[in-house]
């Protein structure tokens, strides 16, 4: 292994709690082309047991850090072909570890246009600016008397000249340049200001009119609340630093000046220290300013996505409500509640239109026709899309299983109210047409919102994460740094449940790990034309499906009832060896075998280690020949709401009442109770103890109990808290059937449901969350 890989590796191994030579080993299979999935469930003897966190975090770190090797090989190149590189200097440039310091070191060597400080040098000034700096005690207007020519006609442009050259030395100093960053980073103030006449067409940015905060201390959502603003022309947002300060030397001037040994007694250097404060104002702070309001982005941005990522995560590995006949509908009123029924495994039963709502009204002939449904194909699970007139549908729906299905056997169907973000964007989608070539649009999305709820990570997959809405100002932050999050959270999240070989989908079979589209496309291909898959081994039949590929993907992929048991599980046919001598030492037949934990748990897996698999690996094997082929999410539950609690006019105070996390942000968690517009739960009340993020406590899909504190109907915002003293105990409602799984995006524009299709984010989420702090 190379030097710079071992240093690399010994660099991340800090960063994320692990040895070097397993962060060396986690490369090296990284680099071979194994997936973080992979190599963390199947190569633990390798790593050391890396978790999938770890080497995601790896993963990054390992793609910054080569980065910023090509770019300090870049910089060496440059600076040694202009004949300026010393031993010191390379010593220093491969001592930097980012790319802020390597950038600050290159600067006076950087290739640039011609400056005033090198016009000054061709005019002769350069001797002038050095004699001024080592000879203190004299008047620089008498030593600048001595370099008058025709291109320098008096004392004044000399010393402009000088200035200038001086000013840029200063600016070109990394390690002062360094100094002052740290500097600003510790004392800078963000300060916001509305922009003259824009008070009421960026209303939204109100929390921001005359708004300051430490730069250090800015949270990710007013970071991104402000830019949006600035964008918007609608604010101004500034850098102070030491405006406090009243001495009669600003700090930052005084660094610039003890850099270079610049005191206040001689004539010399109180000419210096007005070139000090020239070139911090000048180029100095302009330049760390542009870095700092760009790091501030980079920071927002980076939380921003990690918020989302979790959120996704959490809605991914939601509970599935199984494999059930389920009937989806995606309300509207004028257009029609679209209806779609669909078997245990997703394939489609029946379709249809209703017209229950204004102008046609047709209530009962509504009713009749999804209760005859209902009966046709046992449905047992209702999902109604939690779009314009949900509640109303939802309604239809209660009176319906009250009424024309009374005399139907207990369990009567569930009804669940279901996140439909993201489902016009399917219903549009290739993957859509190509499922359902002759199905009108409109009535995809009833498939998709049945689906969901039987399985989310199977629906889910097939829908570009960043549409899923789960994020906060997910529309402000690098889309590509988004995409590529989001895309590993979708491969973690799917390779961690597994998938069924024989009933995946082409975009689900695409996350597997090892599998892209094209290969997963081939898979159902071969699928449909040879049938279903009997064993593992059978993938090979694939067409460009090699053995690297097989060993990469086979152990995610699982097949139910084949020709060999050990498929059904998450055991790799690699290890299938090490399986049989655990059956073998039961004297059990691995069908008994699979699921008697009294005979597992009897076993002593160090038996078992050879020299290819260790202990990890055999306690894994053992593991899930206990619980062959687990699900890893939890069990599934809805959320109860309160009866006669329908809109945000029906909430009081006080009121004890049940809901579904819908979205975590850093500042709070938003709860879906029933009344079209989630409420907020800040920070400050999800517990009875300090919280610094929200994540501590909830997550996206979570059933929470909440009390109301405050509600502004006004504003279409709500006030809640999960906080044992939060209130009092009036207002508690009696409880109705029903929930509501995750739901889409934070506050939107006009008070639009989070999660409404069409609707555009909100543009400052700041606003609810002060709300919420009003009952801190």
């Given at each position: 292994?190379?030097?710079?890989?071992?240093?690399?590796?010994?660099?991340?191994?800090?960063?994320?709690?692990?040895?070097?030579?397993?962060?060396?080993?986690?490369?090296?299979?990284?680099?071979?082309?194994?997936?973080?999935?992979?190599?963390?469930?199947?190569?633990?003897?390798?790593?050391?047991?890396?978790?999938?966190?770890?080497?995601?975090?790896?993963?990054?770190?390992?793609?910054?850090?080569?980065?910023?090797?090509?770019?300090?090989?870049?910089?060496?190149?440059?600076?040694?072909?202009?004949?300026?590189?010393?031993?010191?200097?390379?010593?220093?440039?491969?001592?930097?570890?980012?790319?802020?310091?390597?950038?600050?070191?290159?600067?006076?060597?950087?290739?640039?246009?011609?400056?005033?400080?090198?016009?000054?040098?061709?005019?002769?000034?350069?001797?002038?600016?050095?004699?001024?700096?080592?000879?203190?005690?004299?008047?620089?207007?008498?030593?600048?008397?001595?370099?008058?020519?025709?291109?320098?006609?008096?004392?004044?442009?000399?010393?402009?000249?000088?200035?200038?050259?001086?000013?840029?030395?200063?600016?070109?100093?990394?390690?002062?340049?360094?100094?002052?960053?740290?500097?600003?980073k510790e004392r800078a103030v963000l300060r916001a200001r509305v922009v003259e006449g824009k008070e009421e067409a960026g209303a939204k940015f109100?929390?921001?009119?005359?708004?300051?905060?430490?730069?250090?201390?800015?949270?990710?959502?007013?970071?991104l609340a402000m830019l949006r603003g600035r964008n918007e022309d609608v604010l101004s947002l500034d850098l102070e630093v030491d405006a406090d300060?009243?001495?009669?030397?600003?700090?930052?001037?005084?660094?610039?000046?003890?850099?270079?040994?610049?005191?206040?007694?001689?004539?010399?250097?109180?000419?210096?220290?007005?070139?000090?404060?020239?070139?911090?104002?000048?180029?100095?702070?302009?330049?760390?300013?542009?870095?700092?309001?760009?790091?501030?982005?980079?920071?927002?941005?980076?939380?921003?996505?990690?918020?989302?990522?979790?959120?996704?995560?959490?809605?991914?590995?939601?509970?599935?409500?199984?494999?059930?006949?389920?009937?989806?509908?995606?309300?509207?009123?004028?257009?029609?509640?679209?209806?779609?029924?669909?078997?245990?495994?997703?394939?489609?039963?029946?379709?249809?239109?209703?017209?229950?709502?204004?102008?046609?009204?047709?209530?009962?002939?509504?009713?009749a026709e999804l209760a005859a449904l209902v009966r046709k194909h046992g449905v047992e699970l209702i999902a109604i899309g939690n779009g314009t007139?949900?509640?109303?549908?939802?309604?239809?729906?209660?009176?319906?299983?009250?009424?024309?299905?009374?005399?139907?056997?207990?369990?009567?169907?569930?009804?669940?109210?279901?996140?439909?973000?993201?489902?016009?964007?399917?219903?549009?989608?290739?993957?859509?047409?190509?499922?359902?070539?002759?199905?009108?649009?409109?009535?995809?999305?009833?498939?998709?919102?049945?689906?969901?709820?039987?399985?989310?990570?199977?629906?889910?997959?097939?829908?570009?994460?960043?549409?899923?809405?789960?994020?906060?100002?997910?529309?402000?932050?690098?889309?590509?740094?988004?995409?590529?999050?989001?895309?590993?959270?979708?491969?973690?999240?799917?390779?961690?449940?597994?998938?069924?070989?024989?009933?995946?989908?082409?975009?689900?079979?695409?996350?597997?790990?090892?599998?892209?589209?094209?290969?997963?496309?081939?898979?159902?291909?071969?699928?449909?034309?040879?049938?279903?898959?009997?064993?593992?081994?059978?993938?090979?039949?694939?067409?460009?499906?090699?053995?690297?590929?097989?060993?990469?993907?086979?152990?995610?992929?699982?097949?139910?009832?084949?020709?060999?048991?050990?498929?059904?599980?998450?055991?790799?046919?690699?290890?299938?060896?090490?399986?049989?001598?655990?059956?073998?030492?039961?004297?059990?037949?691995?069908?008994?075998?699979?699921?008697?934990?009294?005979?597992?748990?009897?076993?002593?897996?160090?038996?078992?280690?050879?020299?290819?698999?260790?202990?990890?690996?055999?306690?894994?094997?053992?593991?899930?020949?206990?619980?062959?082929?687990?699900?890893?999410?939890?069990?599934?539950?809805?959320?109860?709401?309160?009866?006669?609690?329908?809109?945000?006019?029906?909430?009081?105070?006080?009121?004890?009442?049940?809901?579904?996390?819908?979205?975590?942000?850093?500042?709070?968690?938003?709860?879906?109770?029933?009344?079209?517009?989630?409420?907020?739960?800040?920070?400050?009340?999800?517990?009875?103890?300090?919280?610094?993020?929200?994540?501590?406590?909830?997550?996206?899909?979570?059933?929470?109990?909440?009390?109301?504190?405050?509600?502004?109907?006004?504003?279409?915002?709500?006030?809640?808290?999960?906080?044992?003293?939060?209130?009092?105990?009036?207002?508690?409602?009696?409880?109705?059937?029903?929930?509501?799984?995750?739901?889409?995006?934070?506050?939107?524009?006009?008070?639009?449901?989070?999660?409404?299709?069409?609707?555009?984010?909100?543009?400052?989420?700041?606003?609810?969350?002060?709300?919420?702090?009003?009952?801190?």
């Amino acid at each position: 292994m190379s030097a710079d890989v071992k240093r690399i590796a010994a660099l991340i191994a800090t960063e994320i709690n692990a040895r070097p030579e397993q962060a060396q080993a986690a490369i090296g299979l990284l680099d071979e082309g194994a997936t973080v999935p992979f190599v963390a469930r199947y190569r633990k003897e390798v790593t050391g047991g890396l978790d999938d966190t770890q080497l995601r975090l790896l993963s990054e770190r390992l793609a910054y850090l080569r980065e910023l090797e090509q770019r300090r090989e870049t910089i060496l190149g440059s600076i040694r072909e202009q004949g300026k590189l010393t031993e010191e200097l390379e010593a220093k440039i491969a001592a930097v570890g980012t790319k802020a310091e390597l950038e600050d070191i290159y600067l006076p060597y950087k290739p640039k246009r011609r400056t005033k400080a090198e016009i000054a040098r061709e005019r002769g000034l350069g001797p002038l600016a050095e004699m001024i700096l080592a000879e203190r005690g004299r008047e620089p207007a008498d030593l600048a008397a001595g370099y008058l020519t025709d291109d320098v006609p008096d004392t004044k442009a000399a010393l402009e000249g000088a200035r200038d050259i001086l000013a840029e030395q200063f600016a070109e100093n990394a390690d002062l340049v360094g100094r002052l960053r740290n500097h600003m980073k510790e004392r800078a103030v963000l300060r916001a200001r509305v922009v003259e006449g824009k008070e009421e067409a960026g209303a939204k940015f109100s929390d921001y009119f005359d708004h300051s905060e430490r730069w250090a201390n800015v949270p990710s959502h007013r970071a991104l609340a402000m830019l949006r603003g600035r964008n918007e022309d609608v604010l101004s947002l500034d850098l102070e630093v030491d405006a406090d300060d009243t001495g009669p030397l600003k700090p930052a001037v005084g660094m610039v000046a003890a850099a270079y040994g610049i005191g206040n007694a001689l004539a010399g250097d109180r000419w210096l220290l007005e070139v000090a404060g020239w070139a911090w104002r000048v180029k100095l702070f302009l330049h760390l300013n542009l870095d700092l309001m760009r790091d501030l982005r980079e920071r927002a941005e980076e939380e921003a996505i990690n918020v989302f990522a979790r959120n996704l995560k959490d809605l991914l590995l939601a509970a599935p409500a199984g494999s059930r006949a389920t009937m989806g509908l995606d309300p509207g009123i004028r257009t029609g509640v679209k209806v779609a029924v669909v078997d245990g495994t997703g394939k489609l039963l029946a379709t249809s239109t209703v017209y229950p709502f204004p102008p046609r009204n047709d209530l009962r002939g509504t009713q009749a026709e999804l209760a005859a449904l209902v009966r046709k194909h046992g449905v047992e699970l209702i999902a109604i899309g939690n779009g314009t007139g949900s509640r109303e549908t939802e309604k239809l729906v209660a009176d319906m299983l009250a009424d024309m299905l009374a005399d139907m056997p207990a369990p009567k169907p569930l009804k669940v109210i279901v996140s439909e973000a993201g489902a016009s964007v399917y219903s549009a989608s290739e993957t859509a047409a190509a499922e359902f070539p002759g199905l009108d649009v409109s009535l995809r999305g009833a498939v998709s919102i049945a689906r969901r709820l039987q399985d989310p990570l199977a629906e889910l997959v097939k829908i570009e994460p960043k549409s899923i809405g789960v994020g906060q100002y997910q529309h402000d932050v690098d889309q590509y740094r988004l995409a590529k999050a989001l895309d590993a959270v979708v491969e973690d999240a799917v390779n961690a449940v597994g998938v069924d070989l024989n009933t995946a989908s082409a975009p689900l079979l695409a996350r597997v790990s090892g599998l892209g589209a094209s290969l997963a496309e081939a898979i159902v291909a071969h699928r449909d034309v040879n049938g279903a898959f009997s064993s593992r081994q059978q993938l090979l039949d694939v067409g460009r499906l090699g053995q690297r590929t097989f060993e990469q993907c086979a152990g995610f992929l699982r097949i139910a009832g084949g020709s060999e048991p050990l498929d059904a599980s998450s055991v790799h046919p690699e290890a299938y060896g090490v399986a049989r001598r655990i059956v073998a030492a039961c004297g059990r037949d691995v069908r008994a075998l699979m699921g008697d934990s009294a005979a597992l748990k009897a076993l002593d897996p160090r038996v078992f280690v050879d020299e290819r698999f260790g202990l990890p690996t055999v306690r894994d094997i053992i593991a899930e020949l206990d619980k062959p082929g687990r699900d890893p999410r939890p069990a599934f539950r809805t959320a109860t709401f309160a009866e006669g609690v329908d809109d945000i006019k029906d909430l009081k105070p006080g009121m004890a009442l049940e809901g579904t996390v819908t979205n975590v942000a850093a500042f709070g968690a938003f709860v879906d109770i029933g009344v079209h517009q989630d409420g907020l739960v800040h920070v400050s009340q999800l517990a009875d103890r300090f919280i610094k993020d929200a994540h501590e406590v909830v997550k996206a899909g979570d059933v929470v109990k909440v009390k109301v504190l405050e509600v502004d109907i006004k504003r279409k915002r709500i006030s809640l808290s999960m906080r044992k003293d939060a209130g009092a105990d009036a207002g508690a409602a009696r409880p109705r059937d029903g929930g509501r799984p995750s739901r889409g995006e934070p506050p939107r524009k006009g008070g639009a449901r989070p999660g409404a299709r069409g609707a555009e984010p909100q543009g400052a989420l700041a606003a609810a969350l002060a709300q919420a702090m009003k009952k801190k």
